[in-house]
């Protein structure tokens, strides 16, 4: 059992090397092998293919960025609304940054790919994380937004996660049009509150709007001693 732990060990940590550099098209199970000091058919018997190996190592990647920069992370759902989605954003941010991680950055970029043009086996780690993350977000802003129709708080979150990984997705893109509003460890705090102040500026007019729309309130007319 300690063997066979230890070469599913050498494996992700191979194939991790491997496919942030070739991708999962170029990579092969020989070269990952290899470097791994393992027999080919180890990738079936742990992982059942390349594609399933694949996908581990994205995992593995997912859950380390979020231990290192969990989306709750020192808040609670009692905890003010607010104080929560700046939490949110910042973790989206500070994932995005990759720890100045070679291989990080490359998988991230991977990962990207994915939600562009998912494998067939990306639905998982969609389910896995993405989902109960997005299930956070639509809390958080339900909480900011609590008379609104369940569509107009899904577009909000959307809205929000949009800004936070429009510095990953176009990360070559801002830097070449406006470096100083490109995602650097120095700036992550004001983008932060940047993203804090345009969200919540729009989620006040929505609910500056959903009020006016609240028919009024008529006062039940007075009652005197004689009515029965």
Avoid: W
């Avoid at 998912?118 to 937004?145: M, N, Y």
């Avoid at 609590?146 to 990984?165: H, K, M, N, W, Y």
């Avoid at 983008?191 to 709007?209: D, K, N, P, V, W």
């Amino acid at each position: 059992m300690a063997e066979d732990n230890s070469t599913r060990e050498r494996l992700l940590k191979e194939a991790r090397t491997v496919f942030a550099e070739l991708g999962l098209k170029n990579a092969t199970i020989r070269d990952i092998c290899t470097r791994a000091e393992a027999n080919v058919a180890a990738v079936s018997y742990h992982f059942g293919g390349k594609e399933r190996l694949y996908i581990a190592v994205l995992r593995d990647y997912i859950e380390r960025e979020n231990r290192r920069h969990p989306r709750d992370q020192g808040v609670t759902p009692e905890s003010p609304p607010q104080e929560r989605l700046r939490v949110y954003v910042r973790s989206i941010l500070l994932q995005t940054l990759d720890g100045g991680d070679a291989a990080d950055e490359r998988l991230s970029r991977q990962l990207t790919q994915e939600f562009i043009e998912p494998s067939q086996h990306f639905g998982e780690i969609f389910e896995q994380f993405c989902r109960p993350a997005h299930r956070l977000l639509l809390d958080i802003v339900g909480k900011l937004l609590p008379e609104a129709d369940d569509l107009t708080v899904s577009r909000c979150a959307s809205s929000i996660f949009g800004q936070c990984v429009l510095f990953d997705f176009a990360k070559e893109a801002l830097s070449r049009m406006s470096p100083e509003s490109a995602l650097k460890p120095s700036n992550v705090e004001q983008i932060t509150e940047f993203i804090m102040q345009f969200s919540l500026g729009g989620i006040s007019r929505l609910r500056a709007a959903q009020a006016q729309l609240r028919p009024p309130v008529t006062p039940s007319p007075m009652r005197s001693e004689g009515d029965t």
